[in-house]
């Protein structure tokens, strides 16, 4: 009877029977990299496509005076993006979490931005391994002595944090957010 269920539960799910053992002993190489790297690619989505879905009119639209644009909000992104992936790499960020809210004040400079950023940590996440993730580092923004997991894991966390913040601009302007 055990057989027969092995056969009837590959037949359910499409594959071939013999598949089903190989399959299950296939683990990832790196699994702690692999999973960080697609918690970041699908925070990186998130920040990338709603710069891309809001028109350019609304990216200076704040819900109310105390908190930041549309644009702004991407602009800090980008700039907190190479301070968390410059930490995890090791070297000084080659820009300053405020330099894009003080300077990229249009559409076309934030996404110019925003894109930069995201190929810059691209290639720090890529270049992860379960080992590298468990050494030490020198956290971002003062945060003192870290791991290299620590700073990716802030930094998809942040993403995540304002992508929350984009999605209320967008329903407010009657958008549905990516």
Not at 17 to 26: D, I, Y
Not at 109 to 137: P, R
Not at 141 to 165: S, W
Request: proline fraction near 6%; charge should be neutral; aromatic fraction near 8%.
């Amino acid at each position: 009877p055990s057989a027969v269920m092995a056969v009837i539960a590959a037949a359910v799910v499409g594959l071939h029977p013999g598949s089903v053992s190989a399959q299950r002993s296939a683990a990832p190489t790196q699994p702690v990299a692999q999973a960080l790297r697609g918690a970041w690619d699908g925070a990186k989505k998130n920040i990338k496509e709603s710069g891309d879905v809001m028109p350019e009119a609304n990216f200076t639209f704040r819900p109310v005076d105390s908190v930041r644009t549309f644009g702004q909000i991407l602009a800090h992104v980008a700039g907190a993006n190479y301070e968390f992936c410059s930490a995890a790499k090791g070297e000084k960020s080659p820009h300053a979490e405020d330099e894009f809210e003080k300077t990229a004040t249009t559409r076309a400079a934030i996404l110019k931005a925003v894109g930069e950023s995201l190929a810059y940590c691209d290639a720090v996440f890529a270049a992860q391994t379960d080992k590298s993730l468990g050494e030490a580092i020198t956290m971002p923004f003062g945060m003192g002595p870290g791991t290299r997991a620590g700073a990716l894991i802030g930094n998809v966390g942040h993403l995540n944090e304002h992508y929350g913040n984009l999605v209320t601009y967008f329903r407010i302007k009657g958008i549905v957010p990516p």
